[in-house]
């Protein structure tokens, strides 16, 4: 069945009372497992190929969805998730199909490379739709503040950022534990990861080439400032240039520091300073060191994130059993308390102490559950739509903290300390581009 549910409901009015009561069975009536038309959310998905087409099959396989509309640039990168879905509308322009189904949609997902988030999002939300947006939220800080705080004026429609692991059991355990006090006050979290694995700390490439007839290398790049096409940008290397990316911060730390950003509360550091291999002027380094200090808040004693990226690992802690190998993972984190310490993996899964003996009997005996439990980030979001309660990682949560992720790499920029106001954001070290924080967007588009 294709109908609709906004195809649904009309045509339940136009038949008339009688009608409706006929139509509105019991579930059961329906048969076990099957979803009437009216209880489907019709979805609207810009970028399908890549992650975005991880994150249609992620909604395909809900009962309560119907995939109405498919967008992407690059129609063959995108053939296999076309394919699975013959029945949705394509369209290679989000601006058209977001125009030209407004009135058949009630979400839009977008998972586009990072440049071009901010504009869909954006554009989504003044449409009235609940909006799913891959991580990092935004490319660059002024982006996050302005989706933030126009999602703010609809709290009605339903927003979520793609980091999942914030709606996974793992994030919901490491808050839990710190709340009862298993590790006592906290001061140091450290995060490690490979990435980046595509090329970083490079110059611009000079040679000429010709995108497939495909492929839409004028609307890939959308708002960025006009460049040739080149294989080093699209349909995968993006990340590592500035005009299109946030490097390896931008790709993982929506992943790694999410659930201490959500445990400890602390929204905005103090200082931020970055150390990196050699810097070019249009990609992020290969390798980065970046410190983030927070002020004590509310009780609790100063702390202080330290990121790595590029395979560079933090040291062993001190009671990790000397035949197990360090680090357990190629990206992970390290949460170090005054009574215990305790490791996780990329999404917050796994969270165990490092003192084997304390940590199975943390296991026999946990703190009680505090936080609820998701089915998942795209059946959390689904959910929210329906009941109208927004998600864990809604765009409230997720613009300040994609902030305090961006805040990072204008430190490994200016390879000189960044000073804020803890209290409200304002940044206080001078000499910071303005583009940097706020893009210039092309003609024909807009924010």
Known sequence: MTLSRRQFVGDIAKAGTAASVFMIVPRHVLGRGYVAPSDKVDIACVGVGGMGGQDVR??????????????????????????????????????????KEARNVDAVTVSTPDHTHAAAAMLALKAGKHVYTQKPLTRTIFEARALAQEAARRPRQMTQMGNQGHANDGTRQLREYV???????????????????????????????????????????????????????????????????????????????????????????????????????????RSSRIVYEFPSREGRPPLTFVWRDGGVNPTRPQDWPADRLWPFDTSGQTWIGEKASLVAGTYGENPRLTDEKRDDELKASPPAQKYPRTKGVYAEWIEAIKTGTQPGSNFGYAGPFTELVLLGNLSVRLQRPVDLNPQTGEILTPGIPEEWLRPTYRAGWKL
């Open 58 to 99: 992620g909604l395909a396989g809900l009962p309560d969805v119907n995939l109405h509309s498919l967008c992407d640039v690059d129609w063959r990168y995108a053939e296999s998730t076309f394919g699975a879905h013959p029945k949705a509308h394509r369209f290679r322009d989000f601006r058209e199909m977001i125009e």
């Open 179 to 285: 709340e009862a006090g298993v590790l006592g006050p906290v001061r140091t979290v450290e995060f490690w990861t490979n990435r980046p694995i595509w090329p970083q700390g490079i110059w611009r490439p000079t040679e000429l080439h010709t995108a497939l007839p495909t492929f839409d290398w004028n609307l890939w790049l959308g708002p960025a400032q006009e460049r040739p096409y080149h294989p080093s940008y699209a349909p995968f290397n993006w990340r590592g240039w500035w005009d299109f990316g946030t490097g390896a911060l931008g790709d993982m730390a929506c992943h790694l520091m999410d659930a201490a950003y959500w445990t400890f509360g602390y929204r905005y550091p103090s200082r931020i300073t970055a150390e990196s291999t050699q810097l070019f002027p249009e990609t992020a380094p």
